[in-house]
């Protein structure tokens, strides 16, 4: 899922230069190359993975009903929509309108193909960290959805926190906020930093990740490797390319959404330093929400 072009930010606040980030990295990557392996990266079959996503959203109570009031309940955002299980799976719990944003036009272009026959689903090309306050009134919505990792695509920790309370103020009283994202906060050593992902037989994709010493504890450098080939008798064939990801830390994490106004209900974590976290936003925002 991709999300934001990076922007100048202030060295003391551990943040890289203007100009040590390349603009547009995450949004190049997944353009001119992750966009076309992504679905089969996470498994290949776009019903089933959202079929998956659809149980998974319900089991933590993302319903059109959570909200305050039937009108609030009826909208639904998926920030980082990729190929869309995540928006096809909130069409599937019965939103009446899903708003599925993005900035990759592949993924994008697919996801609209796979959509035509559902209605709700408006496919949306903006940055993740305006499109709330651009797209979508006050208080409006029922659920707001951030998954595959898209946080850690934004360029700095300050964009992260302003999407926080972006969520909370578009969230009607008692909406609720999925975030998944991964702890990359704890360097890997070794091999370990070697990561399989998928392998079938005539594609195998592995990630490497590098802590380079540049960005501090800022960034990680992921370098996505995926090795094709035409046939079983082929030779294999190599692409690699690479772009950063921020580490974000659990604690720092927890500790932003709070000061945006909004209330852990559920959390989960996963393989890989995947972390879900599930919250609402209460009656009253002012009195701590």
């Known amino acids: 899922m991709t999300t934001a072009a990076a922007r100048p930010a202030d060295r003391s606040e551990g943040r890289p230069r203007d100009g040590e980030r390349p603009p547009d990295q995450a949004v190049d990557h997944y353009d001119r190359f992750l966009a076309e392996h992504y679905t089969w990266m996470l498994g290949g079959d776009l019903d089933a993975l959202a079929a998956r996503q659809r149980a998974a959203l319900s089991a933590w109570g993302v319903t059109p009903g959570s909200a305050i009031g039937s009108a ?5 955002v998926d920030l980082g929509c990729g190929p869309g299980q995540a ?12 708003l599925a944003v993005d ?5 994008l272009g697919e996801l ?20 709330l306050r651009e797209l979508v009134r006050p208080g409006s919505a029922g659920a707001v959805v951030c998954l595959g990792d898209t946080l850690t695509h934004l360029p700095t920790r300050g964009d992260v926190a302003a999407l926080f309370a972006d969520v909370a103020a578009a969230l009607a009283p008692e909406g609720t906020a999925v975030f998944a994202y991964r702890d990359l906060t704890v360097p890997l050593t070794g ?23 540049d960005f501090d504890d800022y960034t990680v ?3 996505d490797l995926i090795h094709t080939r035409d046939d079983t008798d082929a030779d294999w064939t190599l692409t690699a390319r690479s772009y950063r ?3 974000l830390s659990h604690a720092w994490v927890l500790e932003q959404l709070r000061t945006a106004g909004l209330r852990v209900r559920h959390e989960e974590s996963g393989a890989g330093g995947m972390r879900t976290v599930v919250l609402e936003r209460g009656r009253s925002r002012r009195a701590g929400g």
């Open 72 to 76: 609030a309940g009826a909208l639904a």
């Open 103 to 107: 900035l990759s036009r592949p993924l």
């Open 87 to 98: 928006s096809l799976a909130l069409a599937g719990l019965g939103f009446d309108s899903v």
């Open 245 to 247: 990801k921020l580490r």
């Open 191 to 213: 091999t370990d930093r070697f990561l399989p992902v998928r392998a079938t037989e005539d594609r195998i994709m592995t990630c490497f990740l590098e802590y380079p010493d």
């Open 112 to 131: 609209a193909a796979h959509a035509m026959h559902l209605p709700e689903v408006r496919v949306v090309r903006a940055d993740v960290r305006t499109a």
């Open 221 to 223: 450098v992921v370098h």
